[in-house]
């Protein structure tokens, strides 16, 4: 086993490493054929042929002989069903194959036995060679295959939110691979990298700027730089995409007005539009946002979504290009303190008024859910409101809401739920109606088993949402799926080792979307780490109970992601949803939690719903536990379907998860040596980090809602920390308590922190347990103000020492910044000293909260 991962391995390859097949394997492939011919020319087919060599040398340690034209000997041939129609006719290469879909089969050319790869396009035979080298990978017959793919949606694009300055809104993995410093990049290797792992996965476009765009990219110096993108996306088939602003004809036209209707407006995006195709001809779209958080839209002269997205549309189709306009449209400044309003009803009222007043080449872009990407919404019930105009289902891949590459969370099986919800009887096997269930650590799977063909399903009732964005349900020209990815510079894309697994996830489903969970998960383990029954048993189940973990002790039964929604979108703030204009709202106080959102009594959002739907949504027996908050508000001592109260349920629900978080670094222990050594450290550190945060936000949350509702913890454990010593509570030599101003975040609301001019400050005491093995947990404040210094000594010895330097979203001391650095097996004795020992830099004051001794645990 070790020998196949001798190298130490940075996650830059993902999923297309193409590592050497066991020996017993590659002996099964001596008859593969050994050359590749390609029929046609051009950069498509070359990029093809190129893949097959390297995936072939790569993985059978073979270099296959190229040739192109003819196929003289038995060989690999890459061509379009139309070249394989006219070199082997009696092959009857099937005509039903449609854009970017491939054939894999084996049959004679010329006489010779050959295994073929067709694609409908040189687009499709990229895209079935890439199929054909997984397959080989994941230990499935590569040498008679007979399949026929094809994508069930033709948009299958990603958007990156990166800045012009190289910065990324919401990327956690460095800085822009396309921006730097006002300008694209002069080196665009990771660019093209970028664009072959997505081509990998059949995605075809990509949109390289921030939705909040600046109108910059738009001028005419500008362009020539596009065009360079596109040149390193073109080999790989994605087209470039841009986000453009609506005030740009004023901004930087020279205009005195954007009104979409104006006719030197309209002018002015013609020939802006004429001027890129000049450039770049394969150019692919816009995607707009407009009249949201601050973007300026067509509300500004009484125009509406539609006369915007048309206006551009009319520019873009006789070049074939494409507007995705963001149902993402709401007014960020809501009273507060009107019940009825919500965000939540926003995008259907503002888009499904228009349906039908769209061109055939705009695509309405929707979030999964009506809010934000929090960690659990219902679906957006716009897509069931549109019937007359395209739409796409936008799923956010950067893990802004869900830990923010720093908690494992895998987001497919959460995806899936939306895709298979049925617009028109939630009471068909929506997995997001099983039971909730935080023991068994499984996530409700996708139920293929009765799922109906595509085709069948707009005939036969069924509205499911997968259905409907790829344009099934309603016969629409396009439809598709929209990933917003956010890779960055750092070497493995997402930061954390197991996040690419949703990037491959997000692509997997948008060409394949009735694959289950569960097959993405396997997927995706045994073409990043190998084939260890270990090794894939340990990550798939990580990864598919990861999001279930990452909900439970973060955003209980609909109530929306718990956390500081006015900044960082990290850590816990309960409190922050609430009094300001932003919509997040979940109207906890200290009697009762949730957003009524019934017609009878609340927002009246669950009449946006299909009747059958809406009428389950309306009842607060009817909605499932999971969603009950997001549409109902309940007291306290609501009884769930669980049997259990609200508040019990949300007790029981974060001291599970964060145990559920610090298993996953034991899981995860146990597959030292089975993977390498880089990609083995790197994960487990980031799984130790993700643990000790779970307890900040267990604990955050548990005494923020025993303090508001007054209720105690049934078993107990809220508020009562006995293995803890509070920092405040030591012998301070320096350090000084601070209070916390989400006083939540930190155990008993106070920390210490070392503003005195003294180099290093001391917090000590003394250790009152019995003689044995421990292990020590110090909850310190990792700010990003500068890197300060921590030892601890048990009396004179120095047992352990590090620096604070991680890069969290945190300037001030509370719960993005509180870490746990764990010491373990540690010998201690009654009346032992233990000194915390900090040296603050810069702003950061090395602030600690409290330390934790525990007895060791057994091996
Ligand atoms: C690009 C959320 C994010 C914003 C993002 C916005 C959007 O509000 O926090 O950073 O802006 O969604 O999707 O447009």
Known sequence: MGAAFAHAETGAEAWLRYAPLPEAERAKYASLPASVVVLGDSPLLRTAQQEMMRGIKGMLGRTLLEAAGQVQERSLVLGTAADIRAVAPELNAPHEIRADGFWLTTGKVHGFDCLIIAGATDRGVLYGVFSFLSRLARGENALTPNVVEQPYAPIRWVNQWDNLDGRIERGYAGPSIFFVGGGVRGDLTRAEDYARLLASLGINGCTINNVNANPRVLEESFLPQLARVAEAFRPWGVQLSIAVNLSSPKVIGGLDTFDPLDPRVKEWWRAKIDAIYRLVPDFGGFVVKADSEGQLGPSTYNRTPADAANAIARALKPHGGIVFYRAFVYNHHLDWRQPKNDRAKAAYDNFHPLDGKFDDNVIIQIKNGPIDFQVREPASPLFGGLRSTNQAIEL??????????????????????????????????????????????????????????????????????????????????????????????????????????????????????????????????????????????????????????????????????????????????????????????????????????????????????????????????????????????????????????????????????????????????????????????????????????????????????????????????????????????????????????????????????????????????????????????????????????????????????????????????????????????????????????????????????YVEVRPAREP
């Open 396 to 849: 956010q891949v950067t893990q802004e809401y869900t830990g923010q590459q720093r908690h494992l969370c895998f987001l497919a099986p959460m995806w899936k739920e939306v895709l298979d919800f049925d617009m028109h009887s939630p009471e068909i096997p929506s997995a997001a109606r099983k039971p909730y269930s935080l023991k068994d650590g499984s996530p409700p799977d996708s139920r293929d088993d009765m799922d109906p063909s595509p085709s069948a399903s707009s005939g036969s009732g069924f509205q499911r949402v997968k259905d409907l964005v790829s344009g099934k349900t309603f016969h629409r020209p396009l439809g598709g799926f929209v990933g917003v990815a956010n890779v960055g510079m750092d070497a493995n894309w997402l930061e954390h080792p197991l996040a690419m697994a949703n990037l491959y996830a997000f692509g997997r489903l948008a060409w394949n979307h009735n694959l289950t969970a569960s097959e993405i998960a396997t997927e995706w383990t045994e073409l990043t780490f190998g084939r260890d029954p270990l090794v894939l048993n340990t990550v798939t189940a990580m990864l598919l109970s990861s999001w279930n973990t990452y909900e439970s002790y973060t955003g209980p039964l609909g109530a929306g992601t718990l956390t500081d929604i006015t900044g960082s979108h990290y850590g816990p703030g309960v409190e922050s949803s609430e009094r300001n204009g932003w919509g997040q709202w979940h109207r906890a106080d200290h009697k009762g939690i949730g957003m009524d959102r019934s017609v009878a009594t609340g927002t009246g959002y669950s009449g946006q719903y299909p009747p059958e739907v809406a009428k389950v949504y309306e009842s607060t027996t009817a909605t499932a536990d999971e969603l009950l908050l997001f549409f109902h508000h309940v007291p306290y001592t609501y009884k769930l379907h669980s049997g259990k109260t609200v508040i019990q349920h949300i007790y029981d629900s974060h001291y599970e998860g964060a145990e559920r978080a610090e298993q996953y670094v034991r899981q995860w222990e146990a597959l030292q040596g089975h993977i390498d050594d880089e990609r083995y450290a790197a994960t487990l550190k980031r799984l130790e980090y993700q643990a000790g945060h779970a307890i900040v936000w267990r604990d955050a949350v548990c005494n923020w809602f025993l303090r508001t509702s007054g209720i105690p913890d049934a078993k107990g454990r809220v508020g009562h920390y006995p293995d803890r010593i509070e920092a405040e509570s030591m012998q301070l030599q320096g350090y000084r308590p601070l209070g916390v101003t989400r006083a939540e975040t930190a155990s008993g609301g106070k920390a210490v922190e070392c503003v005195t001019h003294a180099q290093t400050c001391a917090a000590t005491f003394k250790f009152q347990g019995n003689a044995g093995r421990y292990e020590l947990a110090v909850q310190y404040f990792d700010l990003n103000t500068g890197a300060s210094k921590f030892r601890v000594r048990i009396g004179d010895r120095a047992i352990d020492e590090w620096v604070a330097n991680d890069h969290l979203p945190a300037r001030g001391v509370g719960g993005d910044s509180s870490t746990r650095r764990l010491i373990k097996g540690l010998a201690l004795r009654p009346g032992d000293a233990i000194r915390v020992e900090g040296t603050p830099d810069g702003q950061d004051h090395a602030a600690f909260d």
